[in-house]
């Protein structure tokens, strides 16, 4: 079974934590009965002893400590500011420095569990470097029963208890979200509530109105609570979510065979795609995790990774030690010292400095000066080692494009035909690579939680025995010449790392309060006058009406002096309801048959009427659908449904409404009436 991702539950009790328990996950069964549409994804079980639960249970207890000591310090601040008696003043200081020094423990005691890297790692028992995961945002239970009860009474009218299911069915939802597996089956939950919150958006969520309900969410890396009632920090965080689930699967990967590596690089570049598409969409996040430069830093380091994937691909393919499969080792080596020299730089910036946990900061190091003094390692190799005459043309080549500059002294191709000169370019590159190896060790020592690492310090200390080998198969003692100082390789990669943005529509799904009714009318934007119940009796003319489109029906005109004129039946109204029976989503022709079929009685229509709301007029929801703009600060995005297409919806933060291109209401277009060429009867 797969183990949980590292997402903590944030109850009112503490969890007890036992020393045993096994890694695997117990799923978790979420009733649903009753549920038409019910998820069949469900979260893992939150009490099952994992060593990734144990890791998250203490991350959730932490958070809440966190959350206690910055309201006591809220509040002293606040007194402290208020009075004017010196003695109060004096006291309030005391007391805020023991809570100041209490936060700066806890937070050195997440960072240590933020920076436990090796709880990700893969199982298998080939020696690779680490990778540097993610934990996921931390997030309180949310209860959406009486905010969506009441908008249900007031805005659409209708009796909420008859929805008790459909809000009981998101919140479960909801809850299993917080604990998604640690595979594919974990990603497709989270994108299924993400795409759910559109929905949830567009029915509940009007622009000038809040639907009272708190979203907390806690920093993923230094555990700061934030609570926000705008739906896009809730869309925001599991966006987030989805990209750290992927560093998390990305990281378990066996990375010692070639199809492990292929799994590895995928997760990695879509982990880099939905920081990028979150940083690119969001703005004024609330949390420095999602902050602008924080998600540039984690771009690039899922960039970094990717490379480094890429280098153990090639290394595994491979075989020979020809002279130009060196060089290229070398060059794709230097490659992976670059990006993480690039990731390095983001996080010494002036806001990421203080955020960043030293041990990712360490980490990072280590790993820029390991690929550089491999990428010596594999030039050496190269020059040091036999070359036949068949490949001396194809290495020449190579070697002339080899430097990031041409290096002072004899020219490449005469360095490559003599032997001896091979052999101290070679000898220069070595001691290169030794000192890189040692100041990786060095950095590597420096950082507790590395020493900790096992897997990293024996991959530290062969490649360093390997190179420092070397070099003493090549020092003579009768060498008197003084080592020449190796140039700088020109990094290259035959594979550059793609940014993978999330596929929303490869989960498809239902809207949860479908029973509500088409969007394109009964939306929270839209707004309309209550029920009417029209009682027609047919005549020798017909009830004197013409419809047209479908879910629902339109009344598009009514004929003057016709039965359903002189009932109060007006052009512009919607059909909701035929004699009691709900007709939102009925078809053109289903709702004529039922009028076909009336009796001598008569019919009762259960009609709205939609009023204009800015000016602007609710249309039918396929026009949008033709016209609809990828750009995500419109709160626009179709969902998988049955043509599982898909494109997103995101908000900045404060909601504050863009006005871009055509207007928009609900989620159609606002056209005229005659603007829709739908087919018209009269009856």
């Not at 010692?256 to 979150?278: E, H, K």
């Amino acid at each position: 079974m797969e183990e949980p991702a590292t997402s903590t539950l944030h109850r009112e009790f503490e969890m007890s934590l036992s020393d045993g328990g096994s890694d695997d996950d117990m799923p978790l069964t979420l009733p649903t009965e009753g549920s038409h549409s019910g998820s069949i994804r469900k979260g893992c079980d939150p009490f099952a002893q994992t060593q990734r639960s144990k890791l998250q249970h203490r991350r959730a207890r932490i958070n809440q400590q966190i959350n206690k000591e910055m309201r006591m310090r809220a509040g002293a601040e606040n007194l402290f500011r208020a009075t004017t008696n010196n003695k109060v003043k004096e006291t309030v200081a005391l007391e805020l420095s023991f809570v100041n020094s209490n936060l700066q423990l806890l937070k050195e005691e997440l960072e240590e569990l933020n920076s436990n890297m090796e709880v990700y790692q893969t199982d298998c028992e080939a020696v690779n470097v680490p990778m540097i995961p993610l934990g996921l945002k931390e997030t309180k239970e949310v209860d959406f029963t009486v905010s969506i009860q009441d908008f249900i009474c007031e805005h659409y009218g209708e009796d909420s208890s008859l929805y008790d299911k459909e809000i009981k069915e998101l919140m479960e939802l909801r809850q299993a979200m917080r604990t998604p597996s640690r595979n594919q089956a974990g990603l497709e939950l989270l994108m299924e509530y993400y795409n759910q919150l559109y929905y949830l958006d567009q029915r509940f969520f009007p622009p000038h109105r809040n639907l009272g309900v708190h979203f907390h969410w806690y920093d993923s890396l230094t555990g700061v609570p934030s609570c926000q009632r705008a739906l896009a920090f809730e869309k925001g965080s599991v966006l987030f979510n989805i990209g750290a689930l992927y560093t998390q699967i990305g990281a378990r990967q066996d990375r010692s065979a070639t199809a492990g590596i292929d799994r590895a690089i995928d997760a990695f570049q879509r982990a880099a795609g939905a920081f990028n598409y979150l940083k690119e969409n969001f703005s004024n996040a609330p949390s420095l995790d999602m902050s602008g430069p924080s998600l540039c830093m984690l771009v690039r380091l899922m960039v970094a990774q990717v490379q480094e994937c890429v280098f153990e691909r090639v290394t595994l393919t491979t075989q020979d030690t020809h002279f130009t499969s060196q060089l290229r080792l070398a060059q794709e080596a230097a490659r992976v010292s670059d990006v993480y020299l690039l990731v390095q730089q983001t996080m010494t910036q002036p806001l990421m400095k203080d955020y960043v946990p030293f041990s990712w900061a360490s980490m990072v190091q280590v790993k820029a000066e390991h690929f550089r003094a491999l990428s010596h390692y594999y030039t050496a190799a190269a020059l040091c080692d036999h070359m036949s005459s068949a490949e001396e043309e194809e290495a020449e080549k190579a070697f002339l494009q080899f430097y990031v500059s041409t290096p002072a002294g004899p020219s490449l191709s005469l360095v490559l035909q003599d032997p001896e000169k091979r052999t101290k370019t070679g000898k220069a590159h070595l001691r290169r690579a030794v000192i890189r190896h040692e100041e990786a060790m060095r950095v590597h020592g420096l950082c507790k939680i590395l020493r900790k690492m096992d897997i990293l310090q024996d991959v530290l200390s062969l490649t360093h025995k390997r190179s420092l080998d070397k070099y003493s198969e090549l020092d003579r003692e009768d060498d008197f010449d003084e080592t020449a100082e190796a140039p700088e390789i020109q990094s290259q990669t035959h594979q550059k790392p793609d940014i993978t943005p999330p596929n929303f529509s490869t989960v498809q799904v239902a809207d949860i309060f479908q029973r509500l009714g088409p969007l394109s009318v009964f939306c929270a934007r839209a707004r309309w006058g209550p029920v009417r119940v029209i009682c027609l009796q047919r005549r020798e003319g017909g009830l004197g009406l013409t419809l047209r489109g479908d879910s629902p029906v339109l009344v598009a005109g009514v004929v003057p002096g016709g039965c359903a004129a002189e009932a109060g039946l007006r052009e512009g109204d919607y059909i909701v309801a035929v004699d009691g029976q709900d007709c939102k989503w009925a078809k053109h022709g289903e709702v004529v048959q039922m009028l076909k079929s009336c009796s001598d009685r008569g019919v009762e229509l259960s009609v709205v009427t939609l009023h204009s709301h800015d000016t602007q007029q609710v249309e039918r929801r396929a026009i949008m659908l033709s016209h609809c703009s990828d750009k995500e600060n419109t709160r626009q995005r179709l969902l998988g449904g049955a043509k599982g297409q898909s494109s997103a919806s995101l908000l900045n933060w404060n909601r504050k409404k863009k006005r871009e291109g055509t207007k928009r209401l609900g989620s159609t277009f606002s056209l005229s009436f005659g603007s829709i060429r739908d087919a018209e009867a009269m009856y």
